[in-house]
């Protein structure tokens, strides 16, 4: 294992995978927050160049976290295909990257090796990989998943419809919900962010929100974010859950942040297939974003970029519905402007695929961050075309819960137009029951919410 | 038998009301006719009450809906030109992202500091860009900073009371003089003795920890910007704790967020700030522990 | 979270019920902000019997009789005087009008609970009746215009919400106990007004003569007309306007749902009931028949109201409590405070310091007490965001503005609508050096003329509860 390398003449070595792994990550503000980026550009270049040299093999033996230390390492390692891995093992991280991008390589063969990579593998490819090689590798990767209905064929773009309210009042989120629906929102799912994290607050959110769907008929899923235990407590209560949400990190520190274990999370999703109200069997929906790791001290001086990888390696076990990352949302000491937001939803949508789960994108931004909604935009338009499963979708891309903003129910209908995708297949034939969409165009009544109001539900 | 006198005001009575309902929308096409007829003056768009337009052309039923709108400052009922925003709305909500840009890049303004007779100093954050990624550096202060504080404030104070920029120099222009003299006005109610306050550049909400230590503070306060949202770049924080000490645990802090016009007024703020502060010194406890 | 319980006594033309509902209270906002104590649900945990109500005469309620029902009722209930938080005692209908009503409804209050207050009035019972029936919570929900009808014994009661909120009332001398007959079909009682209203119709009602059910029938249709011309005649007759009892509707209304409580509602669209017309020996069941047949109920979209007789009593025991603002200034030994009668200054409408002191001094006068000092409540709408320098300002104008009721023993009580009622009181506190006893509530709107209570602290001192009886309808 070759650790240094010559660029100009000078000679840059590193001590370890993990430096190399962190110094070959793209600026972040994050990274220099904790001290694992390059100290010049040239330096970030002979990292990567040492990074495209290390072997399949040595990436799994150097994980970031030590195996005995954390249950994330285990459950990416013990996972992984042993017969596949064998295959590969000695590839170098440049081959890795050459046969992904090959023409012909399809999707269905990177399906098959993602069984055998781990998540510094998954992370180290990404580091080597240009914008542009993040979006074409990506196309190639469909994943499907189902809970009532099927996200992410080919040709399709879906949403979550985020109706949140600073009160969690009722009566202010259906508004929200109504004007999501009208511009052919919530396909991916219905999702409320509460405030109130209590579970008699989170049941009678899912039971408006389980009314609401079931009155219009809307082949959907439904789910309330609050931390899942006080969602499998709701579920204990009778609350009507279609999946299981939970916040994750890459490290077994991090999760302890979040209030949760592999225990706990095999024990929901279990619960979700027993006792949730949807057809499965694909039945959790997890949330992350780089730097989470950092803001709780829990990256063990690895870069963002590998611990977001590893938080996917966690997900897979799960065989979740949903995944995003909420790539703006941290804030500018993780992701400091535009450029750095969109190239981490690059990176993070083609790990996401590459490790094999049904991938989204919170395309967002905090207003202490030097960007605008431009490059929300612009983010979209790449992922949507790089084949991303789903967008997060606010009125006019401005959540007054959270505070900061994200795609804009609008921005559904013309992403799909400019890039020819579609809705959820079950949920386009709703929105063509309603009136709202013909031939893949929006009707003279979509974007109307106060259709919800006049009638007692479909008739 | 029902008088002539009592059907005509029933009359009058129903004309009116009917007279209310469309005189709202004629007054709002008049007011647009006007600014159009007349070249030199646009309408401020950031005037206009988001709950209460509803730009959908043709709705089905716009008042019930409007009805629905009062209950969130979400952006609801925008209508769209084809699948894209009506310029009005982009232009809205470019704006309003504007003014919480600005709140977060620009500075508390020295009149400001001066007209509540407060001193200046900073946290070892050089500018706001290294303020912004460096969140480890707003929390501390050189010596010689600490030594200015030390010289300028009374010690020992029962009550510590700062002001921080943090994420909304706005907020604190918004808040800061409509809030000090209730909180104050509170605490002396109670017989509570405060410091002498001051303005930190570039502070984060741990950076009271080295300045209750340096005063020796009881209960130490900061009033901080937040971080700005496209509804009000307005919003300010209170955050207290008892025997503030560096190293001390995020649960020991209390805190009362969303301090603006159209959250918890300031005055009104202050007025309840005064009462946690006093249940503090009373049960010589903050944070999780503190029963209020 | 705290659960109280609130208790609702309904004394009725015909009936008389009680029933106890847990309240509860929880902090609704987050660990992040100044508290928000709102009620958050409200359950029905003990409905009483259905008792005739006792009277003395045709003109005064039995006193003792009443008492007994209710001593009864608390007991079976297991429930004490103390344990009672809040809740209304209603006196209702024609039973109103006996001459010893008022006494009466005092005092059942105070064999009720400290803080279970007395109140009256056909615009008030309309309202409590609608929202015990469910009206109010179906016509926010639907963002509807919906009439309950509310048709007792002596009264029918309307009232209409819209987008729920009450837009208006009306009552009428109509009801199923208008004739009383005895076993033996023979009339034993019949109200003046139906008197009148039979000599057009050539039925003869003078007491201890028998009546024929053809002869009730002609009453019931009658009545069923009237009813009806309240949604559909252009010009009212002159029965409907001899038969309003205190005033008409505002306006003809085009409801989204109409619904009917009170006693009658039970025969009203009821094909199935097993029920003899003579069981109650009066006209209620054939009323509700032939309001059935009428127009007003087939022609419109009906909601099934969630109480139907005992309508009123769950009102008045779930529906008239409420609670103020979360950040307030109060002193607290004189609480609570009953029968307040409260003036309401729009200082919008105000355009200077002076006129604010003759506007407040002017109606405050109206509610002189014996002694000459005035003992009333300041209501004001308040202002969203005040300045502190506006607060101070304020305090210092109803300081001068009040200087009776400041130099009297009354405590000076402000409420406004909006937050402001903590720093207000702390500045009222202040100029007044801690030695006036105040009151300073927000949160609440009231009308001029309202009476409102104010009951002892909920929620660890936060929040006070207050009964507003409304009497805005009244001119």
């Known amino acids: 294992m070759n650790l240094k390398t010559r660029l100009f003449g000078e000679v840059f070595s590193f001590d370890s995978v993990k430096e190399v792994l962190g110094k070959a990550n793209e600026e972040k503000s994050g990274d220099q927050l904790a001290k694992t980026a390059a100290e010049s550009v040239t330096e970030r270049i002979a990292a990567k160049t040492v990074l495209s040299n290390l072997l399949l093999a040595d990436l799994r033996n150097h994980p970031v976290v030590p195996y005995e230390e954390d249950e994330v390492t285990r ?99 259906m508004p929200s919900v109504m004007e999501g629906f009208s511009y052919g929102n919530g396909d991916a799912v219905l999702g409320l962010n509460p405030v109130n ?104 001086s690895a870069d963002q970029l590998t611990m977001e990888a590893r938080c996917y390696g966690l997900a897979k076990r799960f065989e979740p519905f949903l995944v995003n990352t909420v790539v703006g949302f941290i804030g500018p000491e993780y992701l400091y402007d535009g450029k750095q937001m969109i190239r981490a939803g ?71 137009e400019v890039v020819g995708l579609r809705p959820i297949r079950e949920f386009e034939e709703w929105l063509k029951k309603m009136g709202l969409m013909k031939n893949g165009r929006l009707t003279s009544k979509a974007g109307d919410p106060s259709i919800f109001l006049n009638s007692n539900g479909v008739k | 038998m029902i008088n002539e006198k009592d059907l005509t005001e029933i009359v009058e009575r129903v004309i009116e009301e009917l007279e209310k309902e469309e005189s709202r929308e004629a007054v709002d096409q008049a007011v647009k006719r006007e600014a159009k007829s007349n070249n030199d003056e646009i309408v401020d768009i950031t005037d206009v009450d988001l709950k209460k337009q509803f730009l959908v052309d043709n709705p089905e039923n716009r008042e019930a809906f409007l009805k629905l709108k009062e209950s969130t400052s979400a952006r609801l009922g925008v209508g769209r030109a084809g699948p894209r925003y009506k310029t ?79 994420l909304s120099s706005t907020a604190v222009e918004a808040n800061l003089k409509d809030i000090f003299p209730a909180i104050k006005q509170g605490l002396e109610g109670y017989n509570i003795k405060i410091g002498t306050p001051f303005f930190v550049q570039y502070g984060r909400v741990a950076s009271m920890e080295p300045i209750a230590k340096c005063l020796n503070a009881k209960v130490c306060c ?19 704790a008892y025997d503030a000490e560096i190293g001390m645990p995020e649960s020991k802090r209390n805190v009362i967020s969303n301090i603006h016009a159209d959250g918890t007024p300031a005055v009104e703020a202050g007025a309840h700030i005064a009462d946690v502060i006093k249940a503090m010194l009373e049960q010589k406890t903050s944070g999780l522990d503190l029963d209020i | ?206 007491q201890g003569r028998e009546i024929a059910v053809h002869e009730l029938e002609v009453l019931a249709d009658k009545m069923a007309d009237i009813l009806t011309e309240i949604l559909f005649a252009e010009v009212k007759s002159d029965d409907y306007i001899y038969l309003i009892t205190n005033h008409d509707l505002k306006k003809k209304y085009n409801p989204d749902y109409i619904s009917f409580s009170g006693g009658v509602a ?59 603002g979360s950040t307030i200034t109060y002193t607290s030994d004189i609480l609570p405070l009953k029968n307040i009668p409260a003036v309401k200054i729009d200082e919008n409408e105000i355009n200077s310091e002076a006129e604010f002191k003759t506007a407040v001094k002017q109606k405050m006068n109206w509610y002189n007490l014996e002694d000459g000092h005035q003992a009333a409540a300041l209501a004001l709408k308040g202002k969203k965001n005040y300045s502190f320098a506006e607060i101070t300002s304020l305090a210092e104008m109803i300081i001068e503005a009040e200087e009776e009721i400041v130099e009297s ?67």
């Open chain 1, 75 to 173: 459950v990416i390692q013990d996972d992984m295909n042993e017969k596949i891995y064998a295959e590969i093992k000695n590839w170098t991280a440049a081959e890795l990257r050459e046969w992904i991008l090959d023409d012909k390589i399809r999707g269905s063969d990177i399906k098959r090796i993602s069984r055998g990579l781990s998540s510094e593998m998954i992370a180290a490819v990404t580091k080597l990989m240009s914008d542009l090689d993040l979006i074409y590798a990506a196309k190639k990767i469909n994943i499907t998943a189902h809970c009532n209905t099927t996200i992410g064929r080919e040709g399709t773009l879906a949403m979550r419809l985020q109706p949140n309210h600073p009160t969690d009042d009722i009566d202010g989120i």
């Open chain 1, 197 to 300: 994290d209590g579970v008699s607050n989170v049941e009678n959110i899912l039971k408006h929100f389980d009314e609401f769907k079931n009155k219009w008929e809307i082949p959907t899923q439904i789910s309330v974010l609050a931390h899942i235990s006080t969602q499998m407590k709701a579920v204990k209560n009778g609350a009507p859950i279609d999946m299981f949400f939970q916040s994750i990190a890459g490290s077994e520190k991090g999760n302890e942040a979040f209030g949760v274990d592999v225990e706990l999370l095999t024990e929901a999703r279990e619960l979700a297939l027993k006792e949730g109200t949807s057809a499965g069997p694909n039945v959790m929906y997890f949330e992350t974003g780089q730097g989470s790791e950092l803001s709780s001290d829990a990256h063990h």
């Open chain 1, 346 to 416: 690059l990176e993070d949508h083609f790990m996401g695929k590459l490790s094999g789960i049904s991938m989204g994108v919170d395309c967002c931004y905090t207003n202490h961050m030097k960007t605008d909604q431009n490059d929300v935009e612009k983010l979209a338009v790449l992922l949507a075309n790089a084949g991303c499963n789903y967008f997060i979708g606010v009125p006019v891309g401005d959540d007054v819960m959270l505070n900061y903003q994200a795609a804009g129910y609008h921005d559904a209908q013309a992403v799909r």
């Open chain 2, 88 to 166: 009005e709305t982009l232009l809205r909500f470019r704006a309003d992202h504007a003014a919480a840009m600005d709140a977060v890049f620009t500075d508390v303004s020295d009149q400001l500091i001066d007209d509540m007779n407060l001193f200046k100093v900073k946290t070892l954050c050089r500018d706001k860009d290294e303020y912004l990624k460096r969140p480890d550096l707003g929390k501390k202060f050189s010596d010689e900073t600490l030594a200015e504080i030390s010289n300028k404030c009374e010690k020992n104070p029962q009550v510590q009371i700062y002001a921080a920029d943090g």
């Open chain 2, 222 to 240: 900061v009033l901080i910007g937040e971080r700005p949202g496209l509804a009000t770049a307005e919003s300010l924080s209170c955050y207290m």
């Open chain 3, 1 to 206: 979270m705290e659960t109280i319980i609130s208790a609702g006594i309904d004394i009725g033309t015909s009936t008389t019920q009680i029933v106890f509902s847990n309240i509860t209270l929880e902090n609704i906002a987050s660990d992040y902000t100044v508290p928000q104590i709102n009620i958050i649900d409200k359950e029905i945990i003990y409905k009483s019997d259905i008792y005739i109500t006792p009277l003395l005469s045709e003109d005064e309620i039995d006193s003792v009789g009443l008492r007994g029902i209710i001593e009864k009722e608390y007991s079976k209930a297991d429930i004490s005087k103390s344990e009672v938080s809040t809740g209304a005692v209603i006196i209702t209908g024609e039973t109103a009008r006996k001459k010893n009503a008022e006494l009466i409804s005092k005092e059942m209050s105070d064999l009720a609970g400290d803080f279970v207050v007395a109140s009256a009035g056909p615009d008030l019972e309309a309202i409590i009746a609608a929202k015990g029936a469910g009206v109010d919570q179906l016509s926010k929900k639907e963002n509807a215009l919906v009439i309950n009808f509310d048709i007792g014994g002596g009264t029918t009661n309307i009232a209409v919400f819209d987008s729920g909120e009450i837009i208006d009332t009306a009552c009428f001398d109509l009801g199923g106990r208008l004739i009383k007959i005895d076993d033996n079909k023979k009339i034993h009682h019949v109200s003046e007004k139906l008197k009148k209203l039979a000599e057009s119709l050539n039925v003869e009602l003078e």
């Open chain 3, 266 to 324: 039970d025969y009203i669209g009821n094909q199935s009931h097993q029920d003899n017309y003579d069981k109650y020996n009066d006209l209620g069941i054939i009323l509700g028949e032939k309001i059935t047949e009428s127009p007003l109920y087939k022609e419109n979209n009906i909601f099934n109201a969630e109480e139907t007789i005992r309508a009123t009593v769950v009102g008045a025991g779930s529906h008239t409590t409420n609670i103020s």
């Open chain 3, 409 to 475: 023993d009354f405590p000076l009580i402000v409420i406004l609508e909006h937050d402001a009622a903590k720093v207000l009181g702390q500045t009222l506190n202040r100029i007044l050096d801690h030695k006036k006893s105040i009151v300073s509530l927000d949160g609440i709107k009231i009308n001029d003329g309202d009476y409102i209570d104010i009951g002892k602290p909920l929620a660890g001192g936060k929040v006070l509860p207050v009964i507003i009886k409304t009497l805005i309808f009244d001119n």
